[in-house]
């Protein structure tokens, strides 16, 4: 495990789009495992200025996310699938044919999950997955459970995660109750893991995942497990872990 110390989300933001950009520019053809939530928004302002700049070609990138709110369509925009189209799909040259998000309007979970394994095996697997963290430890939307979840699965969405996401909507009764999500095992299947974590009220979640116990109670935790992981971040998130 890489632990990367950045000094502010600006630079966290632009040290995670290098190393982004270098597995594009090393695979031209990659699997990028994408992420939403406010952490990597600065990240994908990089990516975008760089292809902008005509650095970064994404022609040939396919990109796979890690979640959906159940219920909400592409043009809803809270969805996630709206959030990447604006923040980084549609100002990059990536062909939208080959941008993969869970179907938050797939009613039957089962199909659903089974649906986006496949096609994560069918694209060759996760070259890079991206991750933030949530201030209870999730990954995707994979809640604190008493077991880590293997597949792409719909979960139910925890108080927490509800409070903290209804800054998006306009109230928290307007938060969607379930998502779809990759499960812990589709992550750790990646071949690289890229996790981003910033800000003070990050700092006790991060020292628990990335120096405590691994346990599905902080099911971040996991990745201490994984070969290759690279965790970035700024100074106030990694100030309970040390040097
Ligand atoms: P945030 O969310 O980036 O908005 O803090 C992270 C997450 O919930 O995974």
Not at 156 to 170: C, G, S
């Amino acid at each position: 495990m890489r632990i990367i110390r950045a000094k502010d989300y600006e630079d966290m933001s632009r040290k995670a789009a290098a190393v982004l950009a270098a597995q594009v520019t090393v695979k031209p053809d990659c699997v990028l495992g994408l992420a939403t939530g406010s952490t990597p928004i600065g990240t994908y302002d990089c990516l975008a200025q760089w292809c902008k700049e005509g650095v970064l070609d994404f022609s040939r990138v396919s990109t796979v996310n890690l979640d959906e709110y159940r219920g909400l369509d592409h043009e809803n925009d809270q969805s996630y699938y709206y959030f990447m189209n604006k923040n980084l799909f549609s100002r990059i040259n990536i062909d939208p044919a080959h941008t993969h998000v869970p179907n938050g309007m797939e009613p039957d979970p089962e199909k659903e999950s089974k649906r986006y394994e496949e096609l994560i095996r069918s694209l060759g697997g996760i070259d890079i997955q991206l991750l933030g963290i949530g201030h209870d430890g999730h990954i995707g939307f994979n809640e604190p459970n008493s077991f880590f979840d293997k597949y792409t699965h719909c979960v139910d969405l925890t108080e927490m995660t509800i409070e903290a996401n209804k800054r998006f909507f306009a109230s928290a009764d307007e938060v969607p109750r379930q998502a779809y999500t990759m499960g812990i095992g589709t992550i750790m299947h990646a071949r690289k893991l890229l996790m981003i974590v910033s800000g003070e009220d990050k700092a006790d979640i991060a020292a628990a995942a990335f120096c405590g116990e691994v346990k599905p109670e902080v099911p971040a935790s996991i990745i201490q497990f994984h070969p290759d992981v690279t965790i970035i971040g700024d100074e106030a998130a990694l100030s309970k872990i040390p040097e």
